[in-house]
């Protein structure tokens, strides 16, 4: 059994929960049990009526794990942590009305956080609960052995749910709450309810610390542009998605930052290169691990090998037949295309059940003790002996030996069945990858031997090294996409009032035309085969284009928006129309008059800018001294617009521009004769 964060309620807590801020965390926190004859149950629900009754029984189905997984446990008690994702159903989205909008904001916003910017980001925690699709559940699980009990023993689950997929939150939270439950009873649900009512919004992309008790969870939270677009309304970096690799390193540039890429995949760490591929294009893949901890981390794992990448293709880390998906995907016929998905099983059925799923990945040991802390635990294999390089020669010798080699063509002869009598770790799939094995990152890693806290620490610095290496290769595969995203600003002694140049269109056959005759660039051309063009084809059609593209163009156009609304406030409006014919001077009086009409409609929106004031105070006073230099009876003619007039009700003083000596017009009041 693990050990748990120490923990202590403090006295003075005072156990009202705010249920409002509760949920920018946490849609609820729920107690399963596992009945002999009515099955799974759900006896308590934090805060209640969170839930539909449909989703009473998707949450609760996906809280347990078969049977069959935890043969091996001899234990007195068995735990367990895992996590799942599921559909929310429509009868809930339509009773819940709280949930979380998840701002990014930059440094120095968070550093001068004012209490106005606290006041709006408080009134935007509001109505997007009818457009979230998909719900997480963190789950620590306990099998008690009892032989007093009847059958030996009893199940229960602590569920912890949430729009957000923060795993580094989560995790050590259920680390805590987990243990605390079954000390206490359901009291643990309020107190660890109303100090995570007391966190501050989550702040994407950011390290956080978050008090619980008498710890301290300090956690980093995965980009915003890693999260999807239901979740909320974003405020995006354009930095945050450019195809540049990040300066800094700590800062996690997409979902399931802190997974086990290395313990989970280290029997088959040539197949990472393929396995990237297959996300990359929108693959349909079935993992397949001997416990829930062993496929959920598996199928995050793979989640985050496409960072910076949004994974726009729908994935469920411990799928089981319960799931309403099911019904669907067993019903699929030969021939049919099964749709891009992850799913991670533990049920051998499924090898049965969704025979038309094309790549099929086995990980993991049945022999491990999954209530282990990742890292240590899911290691397939060990080296004796002092550390050494994990790279090419080991893996070399066991891919090319006689023996490995007669294993593995046995392996793809026989196919994923084999896995119904032995459990062993490999991939099938006929898919032939373009990119291959990087032999120096394999010889960079190193094997930690039998030494747990050794083989952690280790664990630690081969992730690392894995991380940063498919970060590289992503980026470096965006990269040609980057003149697309490449925002404009107004070249000096332009008028930055009129509207800013599109961006380019993006053509997919000229792209490829343009790439194929240019290249794929230094860094993919050594890593690659020759037809790395196809893979490009492939990504272009694949499911996970055109949500990045779409909404890294929409990141692109609102930094050409804040950079050409710099300019406005930064513009000498004297000296650009002293330059400027009669005509154009018009324009720009109706070029300023639009853009503080439309810094007034975002204000009534409550979507206004931090600079909101300054703003209209600078476009107000640059719409007048544009009006003093218009002709009279053009004035008179604009004043009898009663909003415009409303704009222009403060004066100043004359404006005399050398370069219009017939312009030398005072304002003309709204109550003038017309």
């Known amino acids: 059994m693990s050990r748990s964060p120490s923990f202590a309620v403090k006295q003075e807590l005072s156990l009202k929960t705010d249920l409002e801020s509760l949920q920018q965390w946490v849609v609820a926190f729920c107690i ?60 809930s989205e339509q009773r819940n009305v709280n949930s979380s909008e998840i701002v990014e904001i930059d440094d120095k916003e968070v550093s001068s956080n004012s209490m106005k910017d606290k006041v709006i980001n408080r009134r935007k925690i509001r109505n997007f609960t009818k457009q979230l699709k998909y719900l997480y559940g963190y789950v620590f699980n306990r099998q008690r052995h009892d032989e007093r009990l009847r059958r030996g023993g009893e199940q229960k689950s602590v569920v912890i749910l949430s729009h957000n997929p923060y795993s580094s939150v989560f995790r050590p939270l259920l680390q805590i709450m987990g243990p605390l439950y079954f000390d206490i009873g359901k009291k643990a649900l309020e107190h660890i309810a109303a100090y995570v009512s007391m966190w501050p919004a989550p702040v994407p992309g950011k390290h956080m610390e978050l008090p619980i008790g008498n710890a301290l969870l300090k956690v980093s939270l995965p980009p915003a542009h890693s999260l999807s677009f239901e979740i909320g309304m974003f405020e995006e970096s354009a930095s945050a998605m450019a195809p540049f690799l990040p300066n800094n390193q700590s800062i996690p540039q997409g979902l399931f930052h802190d997974s086990d890429i290395f313990g989970t995949f280290r029997s088959i760490l040539l197949q990472l290169w393929l396995l990237w591929e297959l996300l990359l294009i929108g693959e349909p893949i079935l993992i397949i691990g001997p416990t829930p901890p062993q496929c959920c981390e598996a199928v995050a794992s793979l989640v985050s090998l496409v960072a910076p990448l949004p994974c726009s293709i729908d994935f469920r880390p411990y799928f089981t037949i319960h799931d309403p998906d099911f019904k669907h995907l067993n019903s699929l016929q030969e021939g049919d295309t099964f749709p891009p998905m992850i799913l991670g099983v533990t049920n051998l059925f499924f090898l049965k059940a969704l025979r038309n799923i094309p790549h099929i990945v086995s990980v993991g040991s049945p022999a491990l003790n999954s209530n282990q802390v990742p890292f240590a635990s899911r290691s397939a294999g060990r080296f004796h002996g002092r550390p050494e390089g994990f790279g090419l020669q080991q893996l070399s010798l066991k891919k090319f030996s006689p023996s490995s080699l007669l294993s593995a063509v046995k392996l793809r002869r026989d196919g994923p069945l084999c896995l119904m009598t032995e459990h062993k770790e490999a991939v099938w799939s006929t898919y032939v990858a373009t990119t291959k094995p990087d032999t120096s990152i394999l010889n960079r890693l190193i094997d930690a031997g039998m030494l747990p806290r050794v083989e952690e620490s280790m664990s630690v610095v081969n992730n690392e090294i894995l991380r940063r290496h498919f970060l590289e290769l992503t980026t470096n595969f965006l990269a040609p996409f980057g003149p697309y995203f490449r925002a404009t600003t107004p070249s000096e002694g332009s008028l930055p009032f009129i509207d800013p140049p599109s961006l380019p269109p993006f053509d997919s056959d000229e792209f490829l035309a343009n790439l194929s005759a240019r290249g794929v660039g230094k860094f993919l051309s050594k890593r690659m085969k020759s037809n790395w063009l196809d893979l490009y084809k492939r990504f272009l059609k694949g499911p996970n284009f055109m949500p990045w593209f779409q909404r890294r163009l929409t990141v692109a156009e609102q930094e050409q928006h804040r950079l050409w609304r710099q300019a406005r406030m930064k513009a000498d409006i004297k000296l650009l129309i002293s330059k400027m014919p009669e005509l154009e001077i018009v324009d720009c009086f109706n070029a300023i008059e639009r853009h503080l009409l439309g810094e007034i409609q975002m204000e009534k929106l409550g979507r206004a800018a931090v600079d909101f004031t300054e703003t209209c105070q600078k476009l107000k006073k640059d719409l007048q001294a544009v009006f003093n230099v218009l002709p009279k009876d053009l004035q008179q003619l604009l004043l009898m617009n009663p909003e415009r007039a409303a704009l222009l009700q403060s004066s100043s003083e004359p404006t005399k521009l050398p370069d219009h000596p017939s312009l030398q017009i005072g304002v003309v009041s709204s109550t003038s004769s017309r």
């Open 32 to 91: 399963i049990r596992f009945d002999l004859e009515q099955g799974q149950l759900i006896e308590e629900c934090y805060p209640p009526g969170s839930l539909s009754n449909e989703e009473e029984l998707d949450v609760a189905f996906s809280s347990f794990p078969d049977s069959v997984s935890q043969n091996q446990n001899r234990s007195s008690i068995h735990d367990c942590i895992f996590f799942f994702r599921i559909q929310r159903r429509k009868s």
